[in-house]
């Protein structure tokens, strides 16, 4: 007889693993015990030599379908004498927390089966879960992730669910939300003013004809609240754009179920498994054409946002939505985030009641409350995976694994698509997307998150690491709140640093750093970077720019990109030009003002974001003279493209004070001379595109054969551009390079905390 004992890491608690590891024991005649502690998950097993092989194997290569083993520790004990069974022991807190923290999970088919089920008695029950789906981050006060340290300790188990919980071979064994209508949450209508709406139907059934008739419900969900209607209702669709202040970023669109899915968009196998995966996210993709829900949902771009039920309420719901529609109608919801442009999610119902109810005409509730904010997930499946533009819901908390262990470092983020990230050992844990840090309510919800974060982890970092911008809150948070030695890092090396953390990758690395604005090391705005990073020795070199033009007005360029087209308009010098007549004939005489501002140099500061060269052409084809929400111009200009375009402008590379410059300007003008002679603006907006993945990879190869590096890292919210992402990666390869992209994070903003944390490590260890 040999006994062993194994310390399990990764996602194994709240997953169905120690019941999973009692039937792998008893299969294998083994005793001994699973107990989840805060080191992991501890199995202790005795038997027959040939009996433990089998159980490690099994153990290694079965797991439940929820889990991620990260690591397995294994030593070899004593073996003890008149052991009867295998046990499972109840949870304990040791001091060091290894455990992950499960994220949320969509609703499982053994679940959808018991809850389309008349015979069930879970039929219809809109809170149904067991161990393989159901709410786990969201409801998670502490850990271990028992049911006390959750959102449904005031839900006392009837003695059916007792009996399921207590069984380890039941499917519902240790699951913590276990529930059913006679012991679980509850479900109620209101008005909006919280009047109890008194019906004989069923809060859902009532909700879904309230949808049907046209109507805007808030409804609480697993994370937060949505702002759901009708998505093939266009009134309905414009009055909640009016309502939310959202006049043209595109709205998702939830559906029953994958059958309902392949009526609105031609999914690729890759597309169809991101949707049904237990993540659930929105996933952009194309919807078929004629579309037939309303063409207002996403006016700028060709892509449609489509999730899948993902929680029994929105199963139910379109149960009944469904029974109100004809055959041919596609039962199809907008769900989108329950708030105010610019502010938090709505967490609770008092809370969405107040700030909601100028928006919702009715509001559907329930009792389980909701411990941590947290949104949907947006992606793409771009070339051989998937690719983020938001990362919350069914991946937070899942840790980014580093290259080696380190300190414990808080991150603070940036101030747009704001994430902080905190670091343990060998994980970094990337929160949820808090979104742009301008208002106090935004700030309170990110205060709220770092201290929950920091609660269940169960870890208290030595320093602190923000960006270079001094007036950004988060900037703030770290000087004025933390109490933590405080270091500040560019923005842009952030980037490059996160892009490299994700692929484990060490030593001297090219970066393409590609966004709209971040403060640089010489007081300018940056956004368009050729840097070399090597996190080794923290070496951080800028080795090239976009050439820098004036943003007329400051932020208020970005928001009014025409000012951004006059900046470049006056670098070239072509004020009283020919070319520039006909984009200067719609400016009115308060907009000619502008001349004097740039010739003046006042309060139009330098930025070589590339981003703000997007804006700057999208402004001079007429596409946008202002923008409702960040990126948009971009958007528009994507799209308009004329595919079978392969003929592109010059961009050469210049060398000035040390820095090659990607000479945009130039760039600029060849684009203002084809739209000045008529040339379509779908044509020159595949050449833009074309011309910039050509001197960008023309850029990065002179910097290469410099240095002789051949990894290059991209990154920021310009990579979200599936043309250039999917061209330039392309164009960099057939060059020869080791392309390095975002794998688990948005390429954008939210993975600058990464980058940020990974910086305070190397400082870290120096002070050691």
Request: aromatic share 6%.
């Amino acid at each position: 007889m040999r006994r062993k004992r194994y310390i399990v890491n990764g996602r194994v608690q709240g997953v169905g693993f120690r019941p999973s590891v009692y039937r792998m024991a008893a299969k294998h005649r083994l005793t001994g015990s699973v107990q989840n502690t805060s080191l992991g998950v501890v199995i202790e097993v005795q038997g027959k030599e040939e009996a433990l092989a089998w159980f490690e194997e099994e153990l290694r290569g079965n797991p439940p379908p929820l889990a991620e083993i990260t690591r397995i520790q294994t030593d070899e004990t004593t073996p003890e004498a008149g052991e009867s069974g295998f046990i499972i022991l109840e949870s304990s807190a040791l001091e060091q927390s290894q455990v992950l923290i499960s994220p949320d999970s969509a609703v499982c088919s053994d679940c959808t089966r018991e809850i389309l089920d008349p015979k069930d008695r879970r039929y219809l029950y809109p809170f149904t879960n067991c161990t393989n789906c159901g709410p786990r981050y969201t409801i998670t006060g502490l850990i271990p992730y028992d049911r006390q340290n959750t959102s449904m300790a005031c839900f006392e188990m009837c003695l059916q669910c007792r009996r399921e919980y207590s069984d380890p071979g039941d499917r519902r064994f240790h699951a913590q939300p276990n529930a059913c209508p006679q012991c679980g949450p509850g479900l109620w209508l209101t008005d909006a003013d919280g009047n109890r709406i008194s019906e004989h139907d069923s809060p859902l059934k009532k909700s879904a004809y309230l949808l049907k008739q046209g109507n805007i419900l808030a409804i609480k969900g697993l994370g937060g609240f949505h702002l759901a209607c009708d998505a093939a209702d266009q009134e309905a669709v414009r009055e909640l754009r009016r309502r939310k202040n959202r006049p043209h970023k595109p709205l998702a669109v939830m559906v029953p179920d994958i059958a309902a899915a392949v009526e609105l968009a031609e999914l690729s196998p890759l597309e169809a498994e991101i949707l049904q995966s237990p993540s659930s996210p929105i996933l952009a993709v194309k919807p078929i054409q004629p579309c037939p829900l309303s063409p207002e949902l996403a006016p700028d771009t060709d892509l449609l946002g489509i999730m899948l039920a993902y929680t029994p309420l929105h199963l139910v719901l379109f149960e009944h939505f469904k029974a109100l529609l004809t055959r041919q109608e596609i039962p199809a919801l907008v769900m989108t985030s329950g708030n105010m442009s610019s502010e938090p999610i709505s967490l609770g119902n008092r809370e969405a009641l107040k700030s909601l109810g100028h928006i919702a005409d009715y509001f559907l509730l329930h009792d389980r409350d909701i411990l941590v904010r947290c949104d949907d997930s947006v992606m793409c499946a771009r070339g051989p995976g998937p690719a983020y533009f938001r990362r919350a819901r069914g991946y937070t908390p899942q840790p980014v694994f580093l290259s080696r262990v380190g300190p414990c470092i808080l991150g603070t983020g940036p101030e747009l698509k704001n994430t902080f990230c905190l670091t343990r050992n060998d994980q970094a844990f990337v929160s949820q997307h808090i979104g742009d840090l301008q208002n106090l309510e935004s700030y309170s919800f990110y205060r709220e998150c770092i201290d929950h974060l920091q609660h269940v982890l169960q870890v208290n970092p030595e320093m602190v690491v923000c960006d270079l911008h001094p007036d950004y809150l988060s900037t703030k948070y770290a000087r004025q709140e933390s109490g933590l030695p405080v270091q500040a890092l560019q923005h842009h090396y952030a980037h490059i640093l996160s892009v490299m953390a994700e692929n484990c990758f060490e030593g001297p690395c090219l970066g393409l750093a590609l966004d709209g604005a971040g403060l640089g090391d010489d007081g300018t705005l940056w956004g368009g970077e050729l840097l070399l990073v090597d996190n080794r020795d923290m070496t951080l070199q800028r080795l090239g720019s976009f050439e820098p033009v004036p943003l007329p007005g400051g932020d208020l360029a970005v928001r009014e990109p025409w000012r951004i087209a006059a900046g470049f308009i006056h670098r070239l010098g072509l004020e009283h030009s020919v070319l520039a007549r006909d984009f200067e004939q719609g400016l009115t005489k308060e907009e000619m003002l502008l001349r004097q501002m740039l010739k003046s140099n006042i309060n139009s500061p330098l930025s070589s974001g590339c981003g703000r060269l997007f804006d700057a052409v999208a402004a001079l084809l007429g596409l946008v003279r202002s923008i409702s929400y960040e990126g948009q111009a971009a958007v528009i200009l994507e799209k308009i493209q004329s595919r079978g375009q392969e003929t592109a402008y010059d961009i050469p590379v210049i060398h000035r004070n040390g820095l090659g410059i990607l000479d945009t300007l130039t760039l600029f003008r060849q684009i203002l001379k084809d739209h000045i002679s008529g040339l379509s603006p779908a044509i020159i907006s595949r050449r833009f595109h074309l011309s910039l993945v050509r001197g960008l990879c023309l850029w990065a190869a002179q910097a290469g054969n410099a240095t002789g590096i051949r990894t290059i890292g991209l990154s920021g919210g310009v990579m979200h551009n599936l043309t250039l992402a999917r061209e330039l990666e392309e164009g960099l390869a057939r060059k020869s390079f080791n392309v390095l992209t975002h794998r688990f994070l948005p390429p954008g903003d939210a993975c600058v905390s990464l980058g940020q944390a990974v910086y305070g490590r190397h400082l870290a260890r120096l002070k050691t």
